[in-house]
């Protein structure tokens, strides 16, 4: 089945770094756009990144950096310089064809000032 494994979430120093991992099964993962999405209380669920097409909002660009590992089946969200308003639950999503889209089941990221 398919499935989209997240890790590395947390708690960290505004200024600070996580690196967000999402391994994946169930479905061949080249090729794949790959992305991190985001949402916090009250707001809706916001694009984050996007792989291999690398796009970032303008929110992270410069702090952010998405990256894959097509022979792990994973990609990451190296996450630089962490503010308190990057603070959400973030979601690894495969696009796994045109009408099919799946999602992780999210991971909690926690930014203190």
């Known amino acids: 089945q398919v499935q989209l494994a997240e890790s590395g979430g947390g708690w960290v120093q505004a200024g600070g770094s996580l690196r967000l991992s999402c391994v994946a099964s169930?479905?061949?993962?080249?090729?794949?756009?790959m992305s991190w999405y985001r949402q916090s209380p009250g707001k809706e669920r916001e694009l984050v990144a996007s792989?291999?097409?690398?796009e970032y909002s303008n929110s992270v660009k410069g702090r952010f950096t998405i990256s894959r590992d097509n022979a792990k089946n994973a990609v990451y969200l190296e996450m630089n310089n962490l503010k308190p308003e990057d603070t959400a639950v973030y979601y690894c999503?495969?696009?796994?064809?045109?009408?099919?889209?799946?999602w992780g089941q999210g991971i909690q990221v926690t930014v203190s000032s």
């Open positions: 999503h495969a696009r796994l064809s045109l009408s099919s889209d799946f």
């Open positions: 169930g479905f061949t993962f080249s090729g794949k756009v």
């Open positions: 792989i291999p097409a690398t």
